[in-house]
């Protein structure tokens, strides 16, 4: 047991430096090479988190609206679709389909798409952001939930059915609990594919539509070291957060 500690503090340390790296690149004023640690003189970026035009907190609750509307139109409706095609006679053909948007780099994919979006007014507007990503998140989900149907959840539905279970009582008695860990590792993944997307938000949104993935690059490309921090910083809190709620919630349970 304690030759195995040196490990773990290793592998803690290995996890935990890149985000306090962040944060003391994202608060700090200053750092120059040699200096070991950052200079705090001044609060400038934290006044620019909270307001002005790099308003973080409004990017940031944004990027979380569109990735959780994303995620769990995507699972709700996946979910269903993937059923019918899990026993369908052409599933293997229906399946080939689902996997067509990411033979495609997001940006090709996107200006083949852009077309429709500026017909329909959508191109640089926060709805048409959520279409595109949508338009990816919706296929994976199909393909994650399609093994899903192929277990032995039909045979418990049917035995409801049996024992006189309408479709609704089946669902929410039957398949809905049987089905609760799968969905929540599929809102997980969606949510996580719609938050760190990057080609179809910048194109789609024409540079209108800000969200955390994008001002990241932005930073990085304009060489201000800070903003792409503190951007950095804010876009790794959500995955945390929900790996520790996978771990907690949906991982016990195996």
């Known amino acids: 047991m304690f030759k195995k500690r040196p490990k773990f503090v290793v592998l803690w340390i290995c996890l935990i430096f890149p985000i306090l790296f962040l944060g003391m690149l994202a608060f700090s004023s200053t750092w120059r090479f040699p200096t070991l640690i950052p200079e705090f003189k001044d609060n400038s970026n934290f006044e620019l988190m909270v307001s002005g035009d790099a308003s973080f907190v409004m990017i940031f609750l944004r990027s979380v609206l569109i990735s959780i509307t994303v995620a769990i139109v995507s699972v709700a409706t996946g979910f269903f679709i993937?059923?019918?095609i899990a026993f369908?006679?052409?599933?293997?053909l229906l399946l080939l389909l689902a996997y067509?948007?990411?033979?495609?780099?997001p940006?090709?994919?996107?200006?083949?798409?852009?077309?429709?979006?500026?017909?329909?007014?959508?191109?640089?507007t926060t709805p048409g952001v959520m279409i595109a990503q949508f338009i990816i998140v919706f296929p994976y989900a199909i393909i994650l939930f399609n093994s899903h149907w192929g277990s032995g959840i039909i045979a418990y539905e049917q035995s409801a059915a049996t024992l006189g279970g309408n479709a609704v009582q089946r669902f929410f008695r039957v398949t809905l609990p049987l089905s609760k860990n799968m969905l929540l590792i599929g809102f997980f993944q969606c949510f996580i594919i719609s938050w760190f997307e990057f080609g179809l938000t910048n194109f789609i949104g024409m540079g209108q539509v800000k969200t955390l993935t994008v001002k990241v690059f932005q930073y990085?490309?304009?060489?201000?070291i800070h903003l792409a921090a503190m951007s950095s910083l804010l876009l790794v809190i959500p995955p945390l957060l929900l790996l520790w709620a996978n771990k907690k919630f949906v991982l016990r349970n195996y």
């Open 220 to 224: 990085i490309g304009e060489a201000n």
């Open 107 to 124: 940006v090709v994919f996107a200006a083949c798409l852009n077309y429709f979006f500026t017909l329909f007014l959508l191109s640089g």
């Open 82 to 84: 993937a059923k019918v």
């Open 100 to 105: 067509f948007p990411f033979a495609l780099s």
């Open 88 to 92: 369908h006679k052409k599933r293997n």
